[in-house]
């Protein structure tokens, strides 16, 4: 069985809206969505390419989103390296199944939200 066919163990109340809450959990946090999408966009990277590539991160808080998204088996964390150690990341099946996902999200804010540099209507 393929890591993409492989499900996740996820617990929910409501049937109705279990698959919209368990995503959300997946990919909700405020990085994870976008490290996805600049791995779609640019393939494997390595821990300093990918921080210059998500503008405004901190090491800190891209290290903790790695690790959690390595957790959800949605990227995978190799060793390119030993000395000095080289990491270099990249996105499983099943990360790599959240294209359309991350793309619509693009999608739907390039049409009803207003660029933050555009002072009238930004959200903060």
Same mark, same amino acid.
């Given at each position: 069985?393929?890591?993409?066919?492989? /499900?996740?163990s996820v617990w929910c109340a409501?049937?109705?809206?279990?698959?919209?809450?368990? &995503?959300?959990?997946?990919?909700?946090?405020?990085?994870? =969505?976008?490290?996805?999408?600049?791995?779609?966009?640019?393939? =494997?990277?390595?821990?300093?390419?990918?921080?210059?590539?998500?503008?405004?991160?901190? *090491?800190?808080?891209? *290290?903790? *989103?790695?690790?959690?998204?390595?957790?959800?088996?949605?990227?995978? /964390?190799?060793i390119v390296s030993e000395k000095?150690? /080289?990491?270099?990341? *990249?996105? &499983?099946? /099943?990360?790599?199944?959240?294209?359309?996902?991350?793309?619509?999200?693009?999608?739907?804010?390039?049409?009803?939200?207003? =660029?933050?540099?555009?002072?009238?209507?930004a959200i903060s």
């Amino acid at each position: 069985m393929s890591d993409a066919d492989e /499900r996740l163990s996820v617990w929910c109340a409501g049937k109705d809206w279990c698959p919209i809450t368990s &995503t959300a959990t997946l990919i909700g946090k405020k990085w994870h =969505p976008v490290v996805v999408h600049r791995l779609l966009q640019g393939g =494997p990277m390595g821990f300093n390419e990918l921080k210059d590539d998500v503008d405004g991160i901190s *090491s800190k808080v891209l *290290s903790d *989103s790695l690790d959690d998204l390595e957790e959800k088996r949605l990227v995978n /964390r190799e060793i390119v390296s030993e000395k000095p150690v /080289r990491v270099q990341y *990249s996105l &499983t099946e /099943r990360g790599e199944s959240l294209e359309s996902l991350i793309e619509e999200m693009h999608d739907w804010g390039a049409e009803h939200l207003t =660029p933050a540099d555009e002072k009238d209507g930004a959200i903060s």
